[in-house]
């Protein structure tokens, strides 16, 4: 049974329209419900389903109507979103560490695993979830690893996609499309150092099986001076993981069992005849909670 905790009261008797959403490219979940309660900006708001927390966030965006409010929450994601670092180096501290710094200057706890990559780099002006992304970027880069962050409760988690896989019972509807695209495939990767004034190509990786085909689609990759040893590898892993045409696919489901673990990133198995039958990563969830059905509309890619 889901409950919406506010200041210790359950108020879900008194709100309907409840959803939440929330997209792999991007940080935090949603949450968003109509109510007859009258809910202080900034309050921390709960959703519960019996004893598992599902949101935990604030009143972000109330709306007064005439007779109810709407709110929009947001989880503790807005912090790293929309606070701002001056300046902040890194001189050879791994991945893992480097992140946790930045947690720990929000007041955030965190679960993360070891992250060896070596970060040497200078940031100044930029939001914290920007400087996470770019390090987790690096580390992709230089391990070939798919790594995702989330937050549950005011929990910091980085995971490795292929680490959660999921097997909810979930209504799919007789119609799929599915959409190719090969806007993000490169088939040419260049790793460079240096500035604008000396610039060092440092490595390079090509699959040139296709190239007649689909045409040359380069990229270029930077490396700090320190970092040069780590280029080959920095070059052959971008190689792997973009070069690839690229499928999605969404549609509307009913949950029957295991609807709170359908979040992005996680590795779903969906069997739809022959043209889906597999493990693929979910990119966007939108749950709504209806006259006791759990609806969610989910994005699928691989």
Request: aromatic share 10%; net charge negative.
């Amino acid at each position: 049974m889901y409950k919406l905790i506010v200041n210790n009261e359950d108020i879900i008797k008194y709100s309907n329209n409840i959803g939440w959403n929330s997209d792999s490219d991007s940080l935090g979940t949603q949450l968003s419900f109509d109510s007859i309660k009258e809910i202080v900006t900034g309050t921390v708001v709960q959703l519960f389903n019996d004893s598992t927390e599902i949101f935990r966030g604030i009143a972000l965006k109330p709306t007064q109507k005439r007779w109810t409010w709407s709110y929009t929450c947001q989880d503790y994601g807005f912090y790293l979103k929309n606070n701002k670092v001056a300046i902040k180096q890194f001189n050879g501290i791994s991945a893992g560490d480097a992140i946790k710094t930045l947690l720990d200057e929000n007041y955030l706890t965190y679960s993360i695993p070891d992250i060896p990559t070596s970060i040497n780099q200078f940031y100044t002006n930029k939001s914290y979830i920007d400087i996470i992304d770019d390090i987790l970027k690096q580390a992709t880069a230089d391990q070939s690893v798919s790594y995702f962050y989330e937050i549950q409760g005011n929990i910091f988690y980085i995971y490795n996609v292929s680490d959660l896989k999921i097997n909810p019972t979930i209504l799919l509807p007789k119609d799929i499309t599915i959409e190719a695209s090969m806007e993000n495939m490169k088939n040419k990767i260049t790793v460079i150092s240096g500035n604008d004034d000396s610039t060092t190509i440092q490595a390079t990786a090509e699959d040139n099986t296709w190239q007649s085909f689909y045409g040359v689609l380069s990229d270029v990759q930077t490396v700090d001076d320190n970092n040069i040893a780590q280029a080959q590898n920095i070059a052959n892993n971008t190689l792997a993981n973009n070069n690839k045409i690229e499928y999605q696919c969404t549609f509307d489901t009913v949950a029957i069992t295991g609807a709170d673990d359908i979040k992005p990133n996680r590795m779903i198995f969906i069997h739809a005849g022959n043209r889906l039958d597999n493990y693929y990563r979910i990119k966007t969830t939108n749950h709504t909670l209806k006259n006791g059905l759990h609806k969610i509309s989910i994005t699928i890619t691989w």
